[in-house]
């Protein structure tokens, strides 16, 4: 697999990994004006918003949040390249800086790693990240026309490609496809990964009853995408850690592969702030660990440098998820798994 990799496995072997907590909290947070986004550069539309852009325009600032989760606990670090791809970065203008945004992204985040492992010897790793884009190729944005797709295939794949490439040369030890929540575009992102490094993969659910959007169940996108051996496979964003305990369980008894977990601080208030306390997402994550699901817990949306502060401190010295046996059986999916009896 990879060096990398490997010291993962021997890591997660002994307890439970902590994960960064929100970049685009920490960003929102900052309250920039549209002229931090945009900085020197001459681009023609608005940049606000536009968080991937700051890795070259405020390198300071995605360094300190970095830092500030690294203080709090956090040993697998996340990159600021959620939406750094061609297709997303159309919306802004700023498709010609898609390479430069995933280099800085890692090289960032690599530096805070090595300069925190220099100091207390203990290994930091990075996941380059990878959004889900804008766009999805399971459904059609036009009701009339349900056969109708924005991009195909080949083109979301070498989107990714292109990504990937810039964040590994930044720096990434990993490729962290996250927010999944059309199983064919995360299929993209792994034809475009594999082969380049280990890959983690992070679907998202869209409703309580435990499917994305695209229809799948958690045990149906397992049985997707389990051919690329992940490193990782698990679930952010979506709702609140007790939310999602039901579907993170169901996930956790079936995947033989370690768990990483990372949901947002509850649901977001009317004004699309999230309220919930970091003790309170601690405790509740507690809960995950007391049942044995996750190898690798983190946050994702309203998350801070104080809810993954509480999080490492509920799964100091718990022993990890052990991997379930396989039972040789053949798997395969439709929006619902099915499983082959011998």
């Known amino acids: 697999m990879s060096a990398a990799a490997d010291a993962f496995r021997a890591a997660a072997a002994s307890r439970i990994l902590v ?30 918003g536009n968080n991937d852009l700051l ?29 750094a791809n061609r297709i997303s970065q159309g919306d802004y203008g700023a498709e010609h800086l898609v390479r430069d945004m995933n280099v800085a992204a890692a090289r960032i985040v690599r530096e805070v790693a090595e300069e925190a492992e220099a100091r207390d010897g203990r290994k930091r790793f990075v996941a380059g990240a990878l959004g889900p884009t804008n766009k999805t190729l399971s459904l059609s944005p036009d009701v009339n026309d349900p056969a109708y797709r924005e991009v195909d295939f080949d083109t979301v794949r070498d989107v990714y490609r292109e990504q990937c490439e810039a964040l590994l ?20 992102a792994i034809h ?10 992070s679907m998202t659910l869209t409703d309580l009853s435990g499917r994305n959007l695209s229809g799948h169940t958690v045990e ?34 079936t995947a033989d592969t370690l768990i990483m977990a990372y949901p947002n601080a509850g649901l977001p ?13 601690a405790a509740q994550v507690a809960e995950w660990v007391k049942d044995g699901l996750v190898n690798v817990v983190g946050g994702c949306c309203g998350t801070t440098p104080a809810h993954i502060a509480a ?23 439709g929006l619902e798994p099915m499983v082959l009896a011998a």
């Not at 990434?172 to 299929?187: G, M, Q, R, S, Y």
């Not at 208030?269 to 997402?281: R, S």
């Not at 022993?319 to 059986?329: E, F, I, K, S, V």
């Open 19 to 48: 994960k960064d907590g929100a970049f685009g909290t920490a960003i929102q947070n900052a309250c920039l004006k549209e002229e931090c986004y945009r900085g020197a550069l001459s681009l023609n539309r608005d940049q606000k």
């Open 55 to 83: 890795n070259l325009t405020r390198p300071g600032l995605i360094r300190e949040i970095a830092t500030g989760y690294v203080e709090a606990g956090a040993e697998v670090l996340g990159t600021n390249s959620f939406n």
């Open 169 to 188: 040369e930044g720096g990434a030890d990993f490729i962290l496809i996250e927010t999944v929540f059309d199983t064919l575009n995360a299929k993209a």
């Open 192 to 201: 475009a990964a594999l082969g380049l490094a280990p890959i983690m993969i």
């Open 220 to 253: 149906a996108f397992w049985a997707s995408v389990r051919h690329a051996r992940p490193l990782t496979i698990g679930l952010n964003c979506s709702f609140g850690a007790a939310q999602l305990r039901p579907h993170l369980a169901a996930l956790a008894a």
């Open 269 to 281: 208030n009317e004004l699309g702030c999230y309220d919930e306390a970091a003790e309170e997402t």
């Open 311 to 333: 999080i490492a401190k509920a799964v100091s010295g718990a022993p990890p998820r052990a991997l379930p046996q396989t039972n040789g059986r053949t798997m395969l999916a």
